[in-house]
């Protein structure tokens, strides 16, 4: 089509659509006039209004649940500083590796470790398929504290299996202790903070004696040169809660600090002792240092559930009372000014976690607490066997 | 065909804007006025789409209507124009496809005119038979450039579309209408 022809083209639509319009007559307007006016009166309409202040008040809405979400996605859970995760171990255990992979579980004939990877390797049942069991009475299950080694007392032959978990299945380095120790009624085994030592309490009686008729005795093995030295032969009864952080005490349920040089004994809590309830405690009170010694923190036991959160500083004879209804200490913050713990009853719990990361039962609440004062903050509830895990 | 203006008041503000906002609150009487300087547009619009004067004044009426009602959901008064031009090929549109559901009689083979105008005469309707033929969207853009001489960048305005969209689709209706031409040729 050449330009003339597109002209005439132009100039026709032009023309013929002016003449295919054609033009309204008379009548129409008076018509839609008279529609009009026959149709209900429009009130004043306030719909825009209405409509903008309803979009305004849903974009604001929408603006403030995404700071929200902002908010909270960049905020750890837990306190300001502080993150918590929280492995979920269906069938309990002895003990939870300090860095949450492994976990120590019991089995049908004594327990064994197990990875808590979710994508672990499982057998025919679910389960996860264990890199070390063990059958038979044990007791103190100890992890190393850069969470390699995990060793427990066997009970038994007084055989202390050390496995080595940088090699998972591979066959444990065994310590005999049974000719030197008693072999029953163990009290519980911690490991020194360089590594080099493990600390375990027994009842100083022979096999089949009752606790807490008899003293507890606390024995020191040599990691490296399978030594074993006995600290102190006249303890009540109770168990280990730990080293402190220079490795030079340790801790004795009960408000008991052991001075390994002077091998003496200082008191906390006087006149306070699992020997002396009526029943066996449920709650775990420590005493747990603080990361650079200076204060340490323990909950005496009026009850066997629940008792006061105290902090001890070693040139201040009175305690500091920071809560009166803590049940186990669970641990302090790195610069000492925190102290995280468990509130509730764990009776429920049918098979209780290690002193430092305990299972814990229906009931349970996590606590944060300042070390100056004030009133404690709520963390988060824990259900059955949910164990925290802090992150600071 | 003269497009519509908007008039400006002595105090400088704009009378349509004044009037659109006077009905949306439900004065009929500003409405009136609004209708009496939009009924001829409107109306061949809807007649130039259509193709008979019955059709387009029930859909003018329609129009009108619709936009009193919907008036009051017009957020933009200074739109008002691109509003209801958009309400009126809606309503074309709706009575297209109607239509197309029915079947028409075409009168406009029995027309009869003086033997100098025949060949005038067939060349309208042949030009009115080939319209019929195209969609409505061809129709739609046709009428607003051809007989409302709107600009491109109007007409992508009024439907919503972008710029570039309007010149393809302008020159896809163009090309329509040549080939329905022929046929009817």
């Given at each position: 089509m050449n ?26 307007l ?10 209900p ?8 209004v ?11 809405l929408?603006?403030?649940?995404v700071?929200?979400?902002a ?19 269906g069938?309990?255990?002895l ?5 949450g ?6 089995t049908?004939?004594g ?14 049942n ?12 044990s ?6 504290p850069?969470?390699r ?8 032959d007084?055989?202390?299996p050390?496995?080595?978990l940088?090699?998972?299945?591979a ?5 005999s ?32 004696c009752?606790a ?21 032969g006249?303890?009540p ?5 730990g080293?402190?952080p ?13 001075d ?10 006087p006149?306070?002792t699992?020997g ?6 449920t709650?775990?009170?420590?005493p ?5 010694g200076?204060?340490?923190a ?7 559930k ?5 902090i001890?500083d ?9 809560v ?18 468990l ?7 049918t098979q ?6 305990p299972?814990?039962g229906?009931?349970?609440?996590l ?6 004062g004030?009133?404690p ?6 259900d ?9 | ?8 008041a ?9 009037l ?9 009487h ?16 809807a ?9 387009a004044?029930?859909a ?13 959901k ?16 809606n ?12 079947r028409?009689?075409?009168?406009g083979?029995a027309?009869i005119?003086?033997?100098d105008?025949q060949?005038?005469v067939a060349?309208?309707?042949a ?7 195209l969609s409505?969207?061809?129709r739609?853009?046709l ?8 600009s491109?960048?109007?007409?992508a ?7 570039g ?15 329905a ?5």
């Open positions: 330009s003339t022809t597109k002209q005439l083209t132009d100039e026709l639509i032009v023309r013929r659509l002016a003449e295919r319009a054609g033009h309204p007559d008379a009548r129409l008076g018509d839609i006039v008279d529609a009009i006016e026959t149709m009166q429009r009130r004043l309409s306030l719909a825009p209405w409509r903008t202040a309803w979009t305004l008040l849903v974009l604001a929408l603006l403030a649940a700071a929200a979400v908010i909270l996605a960049s905020r750890p859970p837990g306190p300001p500083g502080l993150h918590v995760e929280v492995k979920k171990l069938s309990g255990g003990g939870l590796s300090p860095d992979r492994w976990n120590v579980p019991f049908a004939d327990h064994a470790v197990v990875s808590t990877d979710p994508d672990a390797p499982r057998d025919a679910g389960l996860p398929i264990p890199v070390a069991s063990w059958t038979g009475y007791g103190g299950v100890a992890w190393s850069d969470g080694y995990v060793a427990w007392y066997g009970g038994g007084g055989t202390v050390i496995y080595d940088e090699h998972p299945g066959a444990p380095e065994s310590v202790v049974g000719k030197d120790v008693p072999v029953s009624n163990f009290g519980g085994m911690v490991w020194s903070p360089d590594g080099t030592t493990l600390a375990f309490a027994t009842y100083n009686c022979p096999e089949g009752t807490p008729s008899s003293a507890m005795q606390v024995y020191l093995l040599g990691v490296r040169d399978k030594s074993i030295r006995t600290v102190s006249s303890l009864p109770g168990g280990l809660t080293f402190s220079d490795g030079k005490y340790l801790g004795f349920r009960g408000g008991l600090i052991i390994l040089r002077g091998r003496t004994i200082r008191d906390l809590l006149g306070f699992d002396a309830l009526a029943e066996t405690p709650c775990y009170p420590g747990v240092w603080s990361p650079d200076s204060m340490v323990t909950i005496d036991l009026p009850t066997p629940t008792g006061r959160l105290l001890f070693p040139g201040v004879s009175e305690p500091r009372i920071l009166a209804d803590a049940c186990r200490i669970v641990g302090w913050s790195p610069n000492g000014d925190r102290i995280v713990y509130t509730g009853d764990p009776t429920a719990v209780q976690g290690d002193e430092s990361h299972t814990t229906p009931g349970t609440d606590w944060i607490v300042s070390t100056t004030g009133a903050d709520f963390i988060r509830h824990l059955y066997s949910e164990i925290p895990i802090l992150r600071w | 065909v003269q497009p519509l203006r908007p008039a400006v002595a105090d400088g503000s704009n009378t349509t804007d004044v659109v906002e006077m009905a949306a609150s439900g004065q009929r500003a409405f009136e006025q609004l209708v009496e300087t939009r009924l001829e547009r409107t109306f061949r619009t007649c130039a789409i259509l193709g008979n004067e019955a059709d004044r029930d003018t009426q329609e129009a009108f209507i619709a936009a009193w009602i919907q008036l009051p017009l957020r933009d008064s200074a739109r008002f124009d691109a509003w209801l031009n958009r309400v009126i090929l309503v074309c549109r709706d009575a297209l496809r109607k239509r197309s559901r029915s028409e009689i075409d009168l083979a027309e005119g003086r033997a105008h060949a005038e060349d309208r309707a030009f009115n038979a080939a319209f019929d033929r409505f969207a061809d739609s853009i009428v607003l450039h051809h007989l409302h001489q709107a491109m960048r109007e007409i305005t009024q439907l919503g579309i972008a710029t969209t309007a010149k393809s689709r302008m020159h896809t209706a163009r090309r329509a209408l040549e080939r031409l022929e046929a009817e040729a």
